[in-house]
């Protein structure tokens, strides 16, 4: 969402009380409007603008990248909210070491949040960053000054381990790429990475195909995972459970569990289109799948009929009804094989995930919610093949319910599900595309109520208007949802010196937001 605030000035402390009269109330709004008006006339304008940095509070889109705000959901709780750190709150020096940038101005908006009512920061933390330069060389001082700031502000964390790039979909400042090491590897074997049918590769996130493959320096991608996790826990242990209450485990492109199907940074994708499947690799096991099926034919390559990156699904064969379509034998062969092999990635990871955080899980003082992040391919959602979410890797249509085994496996290990689109309504966009954010939403709603697992949640588009955020409040309170655990937000992708212009607005904007989460009506100021 865009940070312009329309001039609504909702104000609130961090812990309101809703109990006073109302002459109270409003007298508590007006001291507090008049440190609004010093962000104003720039008493802290050009400090607030470090922390509005790469995020004009509540953003995410499907151009690959991801941000947060959290908010836990309960019927009798409120709904502690958390705003995701600036990726551009780091820069890299002459030696490629990480330091923050704008220390002083950092500091003082962190407190400035903790005012507005936030519960905490969401921080991403990089792969590519701690582990730059080689294996096992784990550097984190960036991650200890500024899970410090955030303790001292007294706000809480979310951290999100993300062992994907954000070369791709970042405009300067902030970007991590995938540890030095790995791209020299990659230099000399493109096969550690994602490939399409053109042959072009997507050096995003390691492929799949070497989760249990030792070709990094003698390890695999699930082993670098694991010992990267190992070194957090063991660097972090006592802020976990007191000071970090999150930890989302990054499991593919912008940390979700799905294909790079639709890259948008590198100009190959562009919405509405259907993307294409990422299964040229070396696919010995596709090779395998299909001899054990009797048909090994069908083990050389993917589908030849699926159309290109930014096709529509009409005219597609096979994303239409036919012999050669996702409906016959080898259509169903392959999605089940190439969902399947994504699924199967998310179940080792969040295996040992959980493994190394049960021993905190199992004391209440240090629990610690473990976090899985799926995907909102809602385009051509409205369609019988669903054709967006099948090359994503969601073997989702109308006859068939993808999420479900998706659900299965974060179940199976205790983790939440973070899913996307609360704010979105299929009124306000336009039919041709056939998209449907409230069915996706709906659909895993309830595979997650079936299920019993948790959900977080996030936005999808760039919006502040109130009507989308009545929406976001109506969505956390959504009795098809009453195991929500929390809700979270994500603010996107602008720079810092983007939205200087409106960086005086978003702590009115996180009050707001504050407010309608909270079910509480103010005066308009």
């Known amino acids: ?73 309960s019927k009798d709780k409120r709904v502690p909210i958390f705003v995701m750190m600036p990726v551009d709150i780091f820069t890299l020096d002459a030696s490629g070491c990480p330091r923050i940038r704008k220390l002083k101005a950092l500091t003082v908006s962190l407190k400035a949040l903790k005012l507005a009512g936030v519960h905490g920061i969401g921080v991403e933390v990089w792969w590519g960053i701690v582990e730059r330069f080689s294996p096992f060389d784990y550097d984190w001082s960036l ?84 010992d990267f996790m190992l070194s957090f826990v063991n660097k972090f242990e006592s802020f976990i ?25 590198d100009g190959r994708w562009k919405f509405p289109g259907i993307g294409e499947f990422q299964c040229y690799d070396k696919m010995e096991d596709l090779k395998m799948a299909a001899c054990r099926e009797g048909k ?15 096709s529509v699904p009409s005219g597609v064969p096979f994303f ?68 967006a979410e099948l090359t994503a890797g969601y073997y989702n249509t109308a006859l068939r319910d993808g999420y479900d085994p998706v659900v299965s496996v974060l179940s199976r290990h205790g983790a939440a599900l973070h899913i996307p689109c609360l704010e979105m309504m299929d009124s306000e966009i336009p039919p041709t595309y056939l998209c449907s954010p409230e069915g996706l939403l709906k659909q895993m709603q309830s595979v997650s109520k079936k299920r019993i697992v948790n959900l977080i949640g996030r936005n999808t588009t760039e919006r502040l208007d109130k009507t989308g955020l009545w929406k976001i409040r109506s969505n956390c309170y959504n009795p ?46």
Request: charged share 20%; glycine share 8%.
């Open 320 to 387: 239409e009804e036919g012999k050669e379509s996702f409906l016959s034998d080898y259509g169903r062969f392959f999605l089940e094989w190439y969902s399947g092999r994504l699924i199967c990635h998310a179940d080792a990871i969040l295996a040992k995930a959980a493994k190394i955080l049960k021993k905190y899980q199992e004391n209440e003082q240090t629990s610690v919610m473990l976090v899985a992040k799926i995907g909102g391919i809602y385009w051509w959602y409205q369609t019988l093949s669903h054709p």
């Open 480 to 525: 098809q949802a009453e195991v929500v655990k929390a809700t979270y937000i994500s603010p996107n992708h602008a720079s810092a010196t983007e939205i200087e212009s409106s960086c005086d607005l978003h702590i009115l904007f996180i009050w707001e937001l504050v407010i309608m989460i909270h079910k509480h009506d103010f005066p308009v100021m």
């Open 241 to 265: 459970g007191s000071v970090i209450e999150e930890i989302s485990i990054g499991l593919g492109p912008s940390g979700e569990l799905r294909y790079p199907a639709h890259p948008f940074g």
């Open 296 to 310: 090994p034919q069908w083990g050389d390559k993917g589908p030849q009929n699926a159309g290109c990156y930014n």
């Open 1 to 73: 969402m865009a940070c312009k605030c329309g001039g609504y000035y909702y104000t609130l402390n961090a812990k309101p009380s809703f109990d006073r009269d109302l002459s109270k109330t409003r007298k508590f709004l007006l001291r507090n409007v008049s440190v609004v008006r010093m962000f104003t006339a720039g008493f802290f304008r050009s400090k607030w603008r470090s922390i509005a940095g790469k995020r004009r509070i509540l953003s995410m889109d499907a151009r690959e990248k991801s941000r947060s705000t959290i908010l836990e959901s």
């Open 143 to 226: 991650y200890e000054e500024i899970f410090k700031l955030v303790s001292d502000s007294g706000l809480k964390l979310h951290v999100a381990l993300s062992f994907h790039s954000n070369i791709h979909s970042s405009n300067g400042k902030g970007r991590a790429s995938l540890p030095l090491w790995i791209l020299e590897i990659g230099d000399v074997n493109k096969d550690i990475y994602y490939r399409d049918q053109h042959g072009f590769s997507n050096n995003d996130y390691l492929t799949l195909g070497v989760d249990h493959v030792p070709l990094l320096s003698g390890r695999t991608a699930l082993q670098c995972y694991e």
